[in-house]
Every structure is written in structure tokens, then in C-alpha cells.
């Protein structure tokens, strides 16, 4: 079992910054990749940024050169520092992490709000 619980969200000017973290508990020797994704109200649950057991990692083009994802493998810890933030930015985020043999996890989500 993996549990992750995703902090740092919050309310931002556009051109602002915010970093999320996700933080992971349990057996989490298996991930694979780790990912963040959004979801804003009526649309469907999106791709974000994602980095691999090697570090690789991939961003949507919407966040490209505006977001990085990381991780802290010390602290159990996941981060997406976003930057140049847009009212488009604007959704829930959740982390993501994709077991190498079991099912996918997913936090609860952390409400980020880009509003002048």
C-alpha cells in the first residue's frame, strides 16, 4: 500500500509561484514513475509532468519551461515547482504514483487557484 497526501496549494497571482509536494508513505520501493497531474472543474483529469525511476521526466506542453517536477527520495517526497502562473493553471492537482506490478496511486489533491 502507498499513501500520498499532496500539500502547498493555495490561492496565486498570475505571474506568481507555488510548489506542491507530495508527500508518500508505505511501500513505495516499486514506483516506477511518479507524476503530477490537474483536473479543473468539467474537464477530464490531465497530464501534467512525470518522472521516471532514472529521473526523466516529461511535462505537458501547456506547463513546458513553466513547471519542474522533482523528487527528494530521502524525504519520500515529490515537488512541482510552478512558475509563470497562468488563470489556465487554475485545478485541482494530484499526484501520481505508478507501481512497477500493482495499481496506480493518487493523493487527494490540492486546490490551486491562479485569480487576480
Known amino acids: 500500500q502507498v499513501q500520498l497526501v499532496e500539500s502547498g496549494g493555495g490561492l496565486v497571482q498570475p505571474g506568481g509561484s507555488l510548489r506542491l509536494s507530495c508527500a508518500a508513505s508505505?511501500?513505495?520501493?516499486?514506483?516506477?514513475?511518479r507524476g503530477w497531474y490537474r483536473q479543473a472543474p468539467g474537464k477530464q483529469r490531465e497530464f501534467v509532468a512525470t518522472i521516471n525511476a532514472v529521473g526523466r521526466t516529461n511535462y505537458a506542453d501547456s506547463v513546458k519551461g513553466r513547471f519542474t517536477i522533482s523528487r527528494d527520495n530521502a524525504k519520500n517526497t515529490m515537488y512541482l515547482q510552478m512558475n509563470n502562473l497562468k488563470p489556465t493553471d487554475t485545478a485541482v492537482y494530484y499526484c501520481?504514483?505508478?507501481?512497477?506490478?500493482?495499481?496506480?496511486?493518487w493523493g487527494q489533491g490540492t486546490q490551486v487557484t491562479v485569480s487576480s
Open positions: 501520481n504514483y505508478v507501481a512497477v506490478a500493482g495499481p496506480d496511486y
Open positions: 508505505g511501500n513505495i520501493f516499486l514506483i516506477s514513475t
